[in-house]
């Protein structure tokens, strides 16, 4: 089945999903979702993605009931059914379903809504970003992967308006995050990326790098830099799990990195090789 959907123990193609409009994530965004992606129909990191993903239900209270276990299982189950090699499989548990009030409903059972479609993950080797700079405008529970994404939404827009990949959210002076993506830049051997806290996302692919680096004897310095950093460094890593390690080519029209190209092959070349392990090989 393309493009398969699940409801609540429901399964039918996505475009012929429904849920009730009292579903909670309809007027609130009071839910919490994931990604993964698959190759020839295996999950890399699901374990990771899962335990972020219950970390999230926890610190939201959503009270979510199934195992991880059992989770784990259904998605790698609808996964099979699904007929793609390459994919992205999107979840999210909603607070339940009941009349709009802002407190929490009580009596409710959470909603879990998983979505499998065709989704490759992009090359690393025939793509370098282009970026814009955006006023980083959200909210101080970013480190919670919550439905409300707003400010995401409209900060993306921004970016394919002026023609690039992403967008770099900042504070001020200071880099965070990107729409949909963590970053971080590499100076004279070393890998800087934002700490985490309630700013930014524990990006799962951005702990993978900092795993690598460590691995590889990297120094990793996990603390806030500036925009001046970001122009300046000698590559710049846009990491998500779609996009792996993606180096970065201009910020705002400007040239940006290409000054230590070697290193950022190497450790793109690590994760190719940790996710061939596990799935066969990294373009289905």
């Keep these: 089945m393309k493009n398969l959907g699940y409801y609540n123990g429901v399964i039918m193609p996505i475009d012929e999903l429904k849920i009730p409009v009292t579903d909670r994530s309809v007027y ?14 295996k999950t890399f990191a ?21 195992p991880k276990e059992e989770l784990k299982n259904l998605i790698e ?8 090699k ?24 959470s909603n879990l809504l998983i979505m499998i479609t065709d989704g490759p993950l992009k090359d690393m080797n025939k793509l370098k970003y282009d970026l814009i700079l955006v006023e980083d405008t959200r909210f101080f529970h970013c480190n919670i992967k919550t439905l409300n994404l707003i400010p995401n939404v409209l900060a993306s827009e921004k970016a394919k308006q ?7 959210l900042h504070r001020g002076e200071y880099v965070t995050e990107c729409a949909h993506s963590n970053i971080a830049i590499l100076k004279n051997g070393e890998l800087k990326t934002a700490p985490l806290n309630n700013l ?15 691995e590889l004897n990297i120094p990793v310095i996990e603390e806030a830099f500036t925009i001046t950093e970001l122009m300046n460094c000698d590559e710049a890593i846009v990491c998500a799990s779609g996009s792996l390690f993606m180096g970065v080519n201009k910020i705002e029209n400007k040239k940006v990195g290409g000054k ?3 290193l950022l092959k190497k450790l793109q070349n690590t994760y190719e090789k940790k996710i061939i392990d596990v799935c066969g090989s ?3």
């Design 162 to 168: 002026a023609n690039c990949h992403e967008a770099v």
């Design 200 to 214: 930014i996302l524990p990006g799962i692919t951005r702990a993978h790098l900092i795993k690598i680096c460590q």
């Design 282 to 284: 990294v373009i289905a």
């Design 28 to 41: 609130f965004g009071d839910g919490l979702y994931d990604v993964v992606h698959a190759v020839n129909q």
């Design 46 to 66: 699901l374990n990771d993605h899962l335990d972020r993903f219950y970390d999230s239900c926890k610190l939201l209270n959503i009270p979510f009931n199934m």
């Design 86 to 109: 390459n994919q992205k499989i999107y979840w999210q548990v909603s607070r339940g379903s009941a009349l709009r009030n802002h407190a929490f409903p009580e009596n409710t059972k």
């Design 77 to 84: 189950n609808l996964s099979q059914k699904e007929g793609s």
């Design 260 to 262: 230590d190209p070697e």
